[in-house]
């Protein structure tokens, strides 16, 4: 890559744009404000949302509702394991009573032909 003797002046424009760079300064007070506005937004939700706030209730208030969840769907799923089984036994019995492949004569006895 060629650099033209044409732009030396630009290019030396652009360096020297930077010499009377300084570094920039916070405000006065700026710490403490946002400070005082950090505290004053944590105010507004009160002893309960500061207290909601904390990481270790969260966790805990977490923890409760999954373990309050797997406890009731273990113990749907045992009742769906037992009923399954009651149905089977009381599904013997209704068979046992009713004949499965019999003719019932209530049916033959409108015989009609279209």
Do not use: C, H
């Not at 044409?6 to 006065?28: E, H, T």
């Not at 937004?41 to 966790?59: C, H, M, N, S, Y």
């Not at 769906?80 to 006895?109: D, F, H, K, L, W």
Request: charged share 20%; proline share 6%.
């Amino acid at each position: 890559m060629s650099i033209d003797s044409n732009n030396n002046p630009r290019i030396d424009a652009v360096l020297n744009s930077l010499d009377g760079m300084q570094r920039a300064k916070a405000p006065d007070f700026l710490y403490t404000r946002l400070q005082g506005r950090m505290e004053r937004e944590f105010d507004q939700g009160g002893p309960i949302g500061r207290w909601l706030t904390k990481p270790v209730l969260a966790l805990t208030i977490a923890a409760i509702v999954l373990i309050a969840n797997a406890t009731t769907v273990l113990k749907m799923w045992k009742q769906n394991t037992a009923s399954s089984t009651i149905n089977t036994e009381s599904g013997q019995v209704v068979a046992a009573e009713y004949p499965a492949g019999g003719v019932y004569p209530v049916y033959n006895e409108n015989s009609l032909e279209p």
